[in-house]
């Protein structure tokens, strides 16, 4: 793995309610995220993890602390307008909703939006957004309107419209939690393909630990602050106290657990069913 | 059903007439309008209706459409022809009883009105709406006005909220559906009673429709953000616009068109207006 | 006793256009009264149209569609009737909410059916309490609430017309785990408190495993299977030719019963899979 991508320090956040409260959202938040990675962020709602995502991009400004992005401090208070784009630039967002994201009526015209925005040349463009459409195997619905696609289809373009920019880092704010099955194995595979071919750092923010369970590394925030962090497997053997923070385990690794409860020797960290399978028929090929 | 309703109706196309620079086709709808208004005598307004019927040919627009959009007109041309019929005076009496008066030159100017009106019609949304995707006429409006940039017109603005506007209509359309068929299930009831209770039991449908519409507005701004948009200046486009041979062509063919209807106008006729 | 029947019933989209679809074509299925049925199928296989069907939102193009054994089209004036014996809680249902006060939007189902305000009263508290809104939230805006609350406020306005069924299409799409089990557990309460018949749409096999009596599996606007929960699960690989799975404990026993270990077939739970393999670990120190 390569350098530190994106580096948290100290990190607080908290907003103002409506009877004069300040409401912490984040509180001391250190994190480092490496070049490259894929990364899945748990949490249940209001654990911070879309406040986290919108401080990285600045959509947000933190109360305190310090984020450092590509090398960049964006919290600077020094900071430029062009380093402010720069850095949107490098670090694209795809959202929850896939409706409320696409601006055009057209899709490639949608896709084109973000470059046409950094004043890339007309050729360029169009080489780009052809490039993203393939990525994402949008390519026969170029000229298709948005409203004609599914839910999967548009979070696609969505993701193309990003890659068209360019980005080092691809953040996902819950993006698969408003579509279907085959929807959210769209986009994920989709995902995947944009880490492991091209490189680029992903940041996957979402309540389905079956996604998790897909990336490189877990990190699940409780309460504004990092509760757990580590390979999937790692952090899904705390069974426990992801259910207490109101989280779920892969059924496998409950199973296991519930065995292991019973006094059974047995190891809990097998996320898929084959490796779960292998680990309970241990027991019988011994006590054959 | 509300989703049925067709909006900005745009026939996707490979004719000449789908394939002429968005902004030479404002142009030469404007020429076309001038053009018609300038028709005075019956050579000049058979030269108008058969350019009319010609645009709808070349640009393989069926017959059957073109009808069907006339349809709202019906009115309009109703009540402009009962106005021509019955108030315009001249020397040759057709019909008259009772304090009814009809002359000939009544006849003939709702004739002409009607064809007016109608070639007018057909030949705007052939040229601009049937042909053009709403997304190329937002583009090269925006184009076409960007001079009255340099006195602070907002051009570009004005065009990114027409693109928006005409991107969400769908959107909005469906979520209209939804709602209504959800207060529906809650037993809201749309179609009985007076007036002023069937204004009152829209309220359940507006209040969400509103709070979503600004929820989306709210999202997607956010999302624009994202996407390093900061206005008009410094930003490029991915289509360029270039005037090919068949636009110059075809603007020839406007002037002499024009050419023509004035010399058509000058011509002796046995009927004019 | 039946809940509602569905009879030869086909349903077809804009007929007469390029564009017509049939979402339903001749489908027949008894929903058993009392019963929490869950329905299935991926997007596009009909449910919707289905579940819309059932209170008459949608009128079937050919067909009859029977509520406590009366055909709902009878007499289509009094269409609005089935509207409160069938209450339909859409996908998202937030979106509907319009109100000053929750405790408002809670009764404009009730008072849609005439009824008196005391009788309003007692259905707007009881509803709240099944879904799990307190007293203090009654008074507030529901636009001040969380996601999962709106959720809930929208459900209790469907529940407090006391439909004979309640169908929720989805109604914990997009929660996290604990905001679908607040959900989904309440209405489990709700059913077995009442006794009612409950229809809920879901994508999720684990959800679905966890609070349904029985299922309905649609595609390509048929129905596809039709059994209680153990029966519809055993048919793992039926299910996987359809684009739709089985839990994965479900997937887990299946592949140790290849392995030559003797589970039982019909298992759906975590706790059954423990229980059986616990079993089949004395039988081996006996």
């Known amino acids: 793995m390569s350098d530190t991508f994106i580096k948290v320090e100290k990190l607080n956040f908290s907003y103002t309610d409506d009877d004069g409260h300040d409401v912490p959202v984040l509180r001391d938040l250190d994190l480092e995220i490496e070049g490259g990675s894929l990364v899945a962020v748990l949490g249940h709602n209001g654990s911070g993890k879309s406040t986290l995502a919108k401080l990285i991009n600045l959509i947000l400004t933190p109360t305190s602390g310090k984020i450092t992005v590509d090398g960049l401090d964006i919290t600077s208070s020094e900071l430029t307008e062009d380093q402010l784009f720069e850095n949107r630039k490098n670090v694209g967002m795809v959202f929850q909703n896939p409706d409320n994201q696409l601006v055009a009526t057209i899709v490639e015209e949608d896709i084109a939006f973000g470059p046409e925005n950094l004043g890339v040349s007309s050729d360029e463009i169009r080489k780009r957004v052809d490039d993203a459409l393939k990525t994402v195997g949008m390519t026969e619905f170029a000229r298709h309107s948005p409203h004609q696609l599914s839910g999967g289809q548009k979070q696609r373009v969505a993701i193309a419209g990003i890659i068209a920019m360019m980005p080092k880092c691809i953040i996902f704010d819950e993006s698969t939690a408003m579509l279907d099955p085959s929807g959210r194995r769209e986009v994920m595979d989709t995902i995947i393909r944009l880490n492991r071919e091209y490189g680029i750092t992903i940041l996957h923010i979402t309540h389905y630990m079956n996604e998790a369970a897909m990336c490189d590394r877990v990190i699940v925030l409780n309460d504004g602050k990092v509760e757990l962090d580590g390979k999937p497997t790692e952090v899904f053997s705390n069974v426990k106290l992801l259910e207490s923070i109101g989280l779920d385990v892969p059924q496998t690794v409950e199973v296991l657990n519930e065995l292991k409860i019973e006094g059974v020797n047995i190891e809990i960290d097998k996320l898929s069913v084959d490796e779960c399978a292998d680990e309970i028929m241990k027991l019988f090929g011994e006590n054959k | 059903m509300i989703k049925d309703i067709t909006l900005g109706q745009f026939f996707p196309g490979n004719t000449v007439v789908h394939k002429l620079d968005p902004r030479m086709k404002i142009i030469l709808t404007i020429a076309y309008i001038v053009s018609i208004f300038l028709a005075k005598n019956m050579w000049s307004f058979i030269a108008v209706v ?6 709808v040919i070349v640009s393989k627009i069926s017959f059957k459409t073109i009808l069907k959009s006339m349809k709202p007109l019906i009115f309009v041309l109703a009540f402009t022809t009962f106005f021509n019929l019955f108030w315009t005076t001249g020397d040759v009496l057709l019909i008259s009883f009772w304090k009814i008066n009809i002359y000939l030159e009544g006849v003939v100017f709702s004739v002409m009105m009607i064809l007016r009106i109608t070639s007018l019609l057909v030949g705007t949304t052939v040229l601009l709406t049937y042909t053009t995707s709403p997304i190329m006429l937002t583009d090269a409006l925006e184009r076409l006005l960007s001079p009255l940039r340099l006195i602070k017109l907002p051009v570009h603005e004005f065009s990114m909220m027409m693109t928006i506007a005409l991107r969400f209509i769908p959107t909005l359309v469906e979520e209209t559906d939804k709602i209504m068929s959800a207060q529906k299930a809650r037993g809201a009831d749309f179609e009985s009673g007076s007036l002023m209770r069937r204004a009152k039991a829209l309220i359940p449908i507006l209040i969400p429709l509103f709070i979503s519409a600004f929820r989306r507005a709210d999202d997607l701004a956010t999302a624009m953000e994202c996407r390093c948009y900061r206005g008009g200046d410094g930003r490029t486009r991915m289509t360029k616009l270039k005037l090919a041979l068949r636009d110059f062509g075809a603007i020839i063919l406007m002037a002499a068109f024009i050419t023509g209807i004035v010399f058509l106008n000058l011509t002796p006729c046995p009927i004019s207006m | 006793m039946i809940a509602v029947e569905i009879k030869n019933v086909s349903y077809v989209y804009s007929p007469d256009t390029p564009f017509r679809k049939v979402a339903l074509d001749d489908i027949s299925l008894k929903i058993n009264a009392g019963k929490i049925t869950g329905l299935m199928g991926h997007t596009g296989s009909g449910k919707s149209t289905l579940v819309q069907l059932f ?232």
């Open chain 2, 50 to 55: 058969a350019s009319a019927l010609l645009l």
């Open chain 3, 55 to 286: 209170n008459g939102l949608v009128r079937p193009t050919e067909g009859q569609v029977l509520v406590g054994g009366e055909d709902i089209w009878e007499d289509p004036k009094k269409i609005s009737r089935f509207r409160f014996k069938v209450g339909l809680v859409f996908q998202y249902p937030e979106y509907q909410l319009f109100e000053e006060t929750v405790r408002r939007d809670i009764a404009f189902g009730p008072a849609n059916m005439g009824l008196s305000d005391e009788e309003i009263k007692r259905r707007v508290l009881e509803s709240a309490r099944f879904c799990g809104i307190s007293e203090e939230m009654l008074e507030k805006s529901p636009f001040d609430l969380s996601g999962g609350q709106k959720r809930r406020v929208a459900i209790a306005g469907i529940m407090a017309m006391e439909p004979e069924v309640l169908v929720l299409d989805e109604p914990a799409a997009g929660l996290d785990p604990q905001g679908r089990e607040e959900i989904l557990g309440g209405i489990r309460d709700y059913q077995r408190k009442k006794g009612n018949t409950v229809i809920i749409v879901s994508h999720s096999m684990e959800d679905m495993a966890r609070y349904s009596d029985e299922i309905v599996v649609m595609n390509k606007a048929k129905i596809f299977m039709h059994g209680t929960t153990a029966e519809v699960f055993d048919r793992a690989e039926e299910l996987s030719d359809v684009g739709l799975s089985v839990p994965q404990i479900t997937e887990l026993c299946n592949k140790l019963r290849e392995r030559g270990l003797d589970v039982p077939h019909g298992i759906y739970t975590v706790a059954d899979a423990k229980a059986a393999i616990m079993r089949l670990l004395g039988g081996k120190h006996d």
